[in-house]
């Protein structure tokens, strides 16, 4: 066992002693020793269960014969730290959630890992450690939060984002009534978009992804995790050995397939990278041409995280585009993804087909994300095309540039921003933020203010998961690095092109070049600090905004 190096032998013996003060008897040393890597915190509603669901996945790996060991990790409430600069500190998260588990896994010398997560930036800062430690790992996220209901309706978080402009009674019906308890938001937001990628990927068990918070099979999936790592261990299956370029093409399918959160072209290209793989952009989009859209979920459509985890789940998604999935690739449950999906049978049939269209017959002939570049964004750029109206799918209008997220939230709530617009924030990248904030205040202040429709808004920051509209994200190269957005003038003419992938400034290229020459990048918004550490080695949002 990986862990002999810390307890066997008369050298160790002071080891043993530090064990035994913790109450470990001789029988427990000699058992494989498992890292619980928990991110349960008194933050975050998606986080407040886990310390359950951490003693269900210890009680497991016990009745499988191994010994868990729980640390923490650090946990941002993406929700609560949104429109503020509390904001620029939730990606950089992800990279010291994924050292963290790093340092407790190596200076433990630990056996295998069992990882508990929810949200946005740190499901993926688990899978990244994953990628970077290559021990035996499982995952088991958090599950989603129940729809909330008031004013007659099923609610989420997005619904106060949008509603909270209009005031009035409703307003505080929607605050009570929104998030209902504990879980990762009800829609197909970052957190949940992330878990689906999750089990798409094959590192936690069938059916882990939507079964939610306040489930008790949740639990049981926790259980049968703990117990399930202690298999992975003793065959010696890592998981770089689950987690390759097929595995990964099949969760970007997935998420093509369910319409998930633009943030997944920032974190899957981060979690490949870390299990040493090359991946860019372009394989969205390729992936997202060939893969119709088939789940309509909110913000997009109508339904909630509930409606698809009564319709199958993750595996009822599969089933329906099986033909172009990589089927032989390996999951944590020992078995290849057409095993599994040999043996899944929906248990609501009528459910199941209503909630989870066909290829035959698909909500789009596209998958919900498209990448686009142009004369703007020479690197590319994100947009959720699923939630997008018809009508903006092109559209052309005059520049209205804002230097930051509040510029633009004074500009929109101030009447500043009119229909036609073509709203334009930048550094707000990974640089320029720093932090790459994400941007949901402004765009559900259009959304809220009716604009959505007439209005589009591109930034070289990036987007919530619950965003919807023509808002366009991850322009790359951002401001900060002397990209083309840095040139931008108010009046400028720009071009979006959702079909034909493309975003252009519709500026004259002597133009450009004038602008640029006269260019200087702007005093960095922080100094000293993690911020400043991690301005200074951060990637570009099309490489996954990794630290190099």
Same mark, same amino acid.
């Given at each position: 066992?990986? &862990?002999?190096?810390?307890?066997?032998?008369?050298?160790?013996?002071?080891? /043993?002693?530090?064990?035994?003060?913790?109450?470990?008897?001789?029988?427990?040393?000699?058992?494989?020793?498992?890292?619980?890597?928990?991110?349960?915190?008194?933050?975050?509603?998606?986080?407040?269960?886990?310390?359950?669901?951490?003693?269900?996945?210890?009680?497991?790996?016990?009745?499988?014969?191994?010994?868990?060991?729980? !640390?923490?990790?650090?946990? +941002?409430?993406?929700?609560?730290?949104?429109?503020?600069?509390?904001?620029?500190?939730?990606?950089?998260?992800?990279?010291?959630?994924?050292?963290?588990?790093?340092?407790?896994?190596?200076?433990?010398?630990?056996?295998?890992? $069992?990882?508990?997560?929810?949200?946005?930036?740190?499901?993926?800062?688990?899978?990244?450690?994953?990628? /970077?430690?290559?021990?035996?790992?499982?995952?088991?996220?958090?599950? *989603?939060?129940?729809?909330?209901?008031?004013?007659?309706?099923?609610?989420?978080?997005?619904?106060?984002?949008?509603?909270?402009?209009?005031?009035?009674?409703?307003?505080?019906? @929607?605050?009570?009534?929104?998030?209902?308890?504990?879980?990762?938001?009800?829609?197909? !937001?970052?957190?949940?978009?992330?878990?689906?990628?999750?089990?798409?990927?094959?590192?936690? @068990?069938?059916?882990?992804?939507?079964?939610?918070?306040?489930?008790?099979?949740?639990?049981?999936?926790?259980?049968?995790?703990? =117990?399930? +790592?202690?298999?992975?261990? %003793?065959?010696?299956?890592?998981? /770089?050995?689950?987690?390759?370029?097929?595995?990964?093409?099949?969760? +970007?399918?997935?998420?093509?397939?369910?319409?998930?959160?633009?943030?997944?072209?920032?974190?899957?290209?981060?979690?490949?990278?870390?299990?040493?793989?090359?991946?860019?952009?372009?394989?969205?989009?390729?992936? &997202?041409?060939?893969? *119709?859209?088939?789940?309509?979920?909110?913000?997009?459509?109508? !339904?909630?995280?509930?409606?698809?985890?009564?319709?199958?789940?993750?595996?009822?998604? =599969?089933?329906?585009?099986?033909?172009?999935?990589?089927?032989?690739?390996?999951?944590?449950?020992?078995?290849?993804?057409?095993?599994?999906?040999?043996?899944?049978?929906?248990?609501?049939?009528?459910?199941?087909?209503?909630?989870?269209?066909?290829?035959?017959?698909?909500?789009?002939?596209?998958?919900?994300?498209?990448?686009?570049?142009?004369?703007?964004?020479?690197?590319?750029?994100? $947009?959720?095309?699923?939630? $997008?109206? *018809?009508?903006?799918?092109?559209?052309?209008?005059?520049?209205?540039?804002?230097?930051?997220?509040?510029?633009?939230?004074?500009?929109?709530?101030?009447?500043? #921003?009119?229909?036609?617009?073509?709203?334009?924030?930048?550094?707000?990248?990974?640089?320029?933020?720093?932090?790459?904030?994400?941007?949901?205040?402004?765009?559900?202040?259009?959304?809220?203010?009716?604009?959505?429709?007439?209005?589009?808004?591109?930034?070289?920051?990036?987007?919530?998961?619950?965003?919807?509209?023509?808002?366009?994200?991850? #322009?790359?190269?951002?401001?900060?690095?002397?990209?083309?957005?840095? !040139? $931008?003038?108010?009046?400028?003419?720009?071009?979006?092109?959702?079909?034909?992938?493309?975003?252009?400034?519709?500026?004259?290229? &002597?133009?450009?070049?004038?602008?640029?020459?006269?260019?200087?990048?702007?005093?960095?918004?922080?100094?000293?600090?993690? @911020?400043?550490?991690?301005? %200074?080695? #951060?990637?570009?949002?099309?490489?996954?905004?990794?630290? /190099?």
């Amino acid at each position: 066992m990986r &862990s002999d190096v810390t307890k066997v032998g008369a050298k160790r013996a002071p080891h /043993r002693a530090l064990l035994k003060g913790m109450g470990l008897t001789d029988d427990e040393i000699e058992r494989p020793f498992i890292g619980v890597a928990n991110s349960s915190n008194d933050f975050i509603p998606g986080h407040i269960h886990l310390d359950r669901i951490g003693q269900a996945v210890k009680d497991g790996i016990r009745m499988a014969g191994g010994v868990p060991f729980e !640390f923490h990790t650090i946990g +941002i409430c993406d929700g609560i730290a949104m429109g503020h600069g509390g904001m620029r500190y939730s990606l950089p998260s992800r990279e010291l959630i994924e050292d963290s588990i790093e340092i407790m896994a190596e200076g433990h010398q630990l056996d295998g890992l $069992v990882l508990i997560a929810s949200c946005d930036k740190i499901v993926p800062g688990h899978l990244m450690a994953a990628g /970077r430690l290559d021990l035996p790992t499982i995952a088991v996220t958090g599950g *989603p939060m129940m729809p909330g209901f008031a004013c007659d309706s099923d609610l989420d978080l997005i619904n106060v984002f949008e509603g909270w402009q209009k005031g009035g009674e409703a307003l505080k019906a @929607l605050e009570d009534g929104a998030c209902p308890g504990a879980g990762s938001c009800a829609g197909l !937001f970052t957190a949940n978009t992330m878990a689906c990628m999750t089990e798409a990927m094959g590192l936690s @068990l069938p059916g882990c992804a939507t079964a939610h918070a306040v489930d008790a099979k949740k639990m049981r999936i926790a259980k049968l995790s703990g =117990m399930r +790592i202690m298999e992975l261990v %003793r065959q010696g299956i890592t998981a /770089r050995k689950i987690v390759t370029i097929e595995s990964i093409e099949n969760a +970007i399918r997935v998420d093509m397939a369910i319409g998930g959160s633009t943030n997944t072209t920032l974190h899957l290209p981060a979690i490949a990278s870390e299990f040493g793989l090359d991946m860019d952009l372009d394989l969205f989009d390729r992936l &997202s041409l060939e893969t *119709p859209h088939l789940v309509n979920l909110r913000p997009g459509g109508p !339904f909630h995280m509930i409606d698809l985890d009564k319709a199958g789940g993750i595996r009822a998604v =599969m089933s329906r585009i099986k033909g172009k999935l990589n089927l032989d690739a390996m999951t944590v449950s020992g078995r290849t993804i057409r095993e599994e999906l040999a043996d899944f049978v929906p248990v609501n049939p009528l459910t199941n087909a209503r909630i989870i269209a066909t290829l035959d017959s698909p909500i789009h002939p596209e998958g919900g994300i498209a990448i686009l570049k142009g004369s703007l964004a020479p690197d590319g750029s994100v $947009v959720k095309q699923i939630a $997008v109206s *018809p009508a903006m799918m092109k559209h052309k209008g005059p520049a209205k540039v804002f230097e930051s997220e509040e510029d633009a939230m004074s500009g929109i709530m101030g009447g500043q #921003v009119l229909a036609g617009d073509v709203v334009v924030i930048r550094y707000e990248g990974p640089k320029g933020g720093p932090g790459m904030r994400e941007t949901l205040s402004p765009t559900s202040a259009i959304a809220g203010a009716g604009l959505s429709e007439s209005v589009a808004l591109i930034t070289d920051g990036r987007f919530s998961g619950g965003t919807r509209g023509p808002c366009i994200g991850h #322009v790359s190269p951002e401001a900060a690095a002397g990209g083309p957005i840095a !040139f $931008v003038q108010d009046g400028d003419e720009i071009s979006v092109d959702i079909p034909g992938r493309k975003l252009d400034l519709l500026v004259e290229a &002597s133009e450009i070049e004038r602008r640029k020459a006269s260019w200087k990048p702007p005093e960095p918004k922080v100094s000293g600090g993690m @911020l400043d550490r991690y301005r %200074r080695s #951060v990637t570009s949002a099309s490489k996954g905004g990794v630290l /190099r």
